[in-house]
């Protein structure tokens, strides 16, 4: 079961769970969240840069943050360069890979795609369902943000010190709790 509740989060029951990588969260009983997920291809580089920089800047809130891929394996570890690049920045994560589901699209309150190809993707998730549509958007409202695979590691710390300068700015004009 899920309830929308009076400051626009979501009441989870304690049945309800949500993938992340190969682990499930499960959350506890009348427990009151905004959740955001980062979408990307394959859930090893860029959203789960952004769903660890997000994590660390909302620390201590009602807030979860998720990431997925469209074209994710499940389990694959996050990439050892995203890994360095948080780490530079104090941030510890390791996470694996998860495949987006419409589950996952229905579940979270925002979804926030690297492209615009990957909006596309997720929407076709929802085909015909315009409030789910309406709720997955670009990061960058400006265009795609380019994937650093391959790139090297000067690449992933300019892209998380990038993430780290717009999310803020981007989750606090979406959100209906700013």
Avoid at 99 to 121: F, G, N, V, Y
Avoid at 127 to 150: F, N, R, Y
Wanted: with cysteine; net charge negative.
């Amino acid at each position: 079961m899920i309830a929308q509740n009076a400051r626009g989060g979501r009441i989870w029951s304690q049945e309800n769970h949500f993938g992340t990588g190969s682990a499930t969260i499960v959350l506890p009983q009348e427990f009151t969240v905004y959740t955001i997920l980062f979408v990307c291809t394959g859930n090893t580089c860029r959203s789960p840069m952004a769903e660890a920089i997000a994590r660390s800047l909302l620390d201590d809130s009602d807030v979860f943050v998720a990431s997925a891929g469209v074209a994710a394996m499940d389990g694959a570890p996050t990439s050892p360069e995203t890994v360095r690049a948080l780490a530079s920045m104090d941030i510890e994560f390791q996470g694996h890979s998860t495949p987006l589901s419409p589950e996952m699209i229905r579940k979270a309150d925002l979804i926030l795609c690297m492209t615009q190809s990957h909006q596309d993707h997720a929407r076709r998730l929802v085909e015909g369902d315009s409030e789910l549509e309406e709720k997955i958007l670009l990061l960058d409202p400006e265009g795609d943000v380019p994937d650093p695979i391959g790139q090297g590691q000067p690449r992933y710390d300019q892209l998380a010190k990038y993430f780290a300068k717009i999310i803020p700015d981007r989750v606090a004009a979406l959100s209906p709790r700013s």
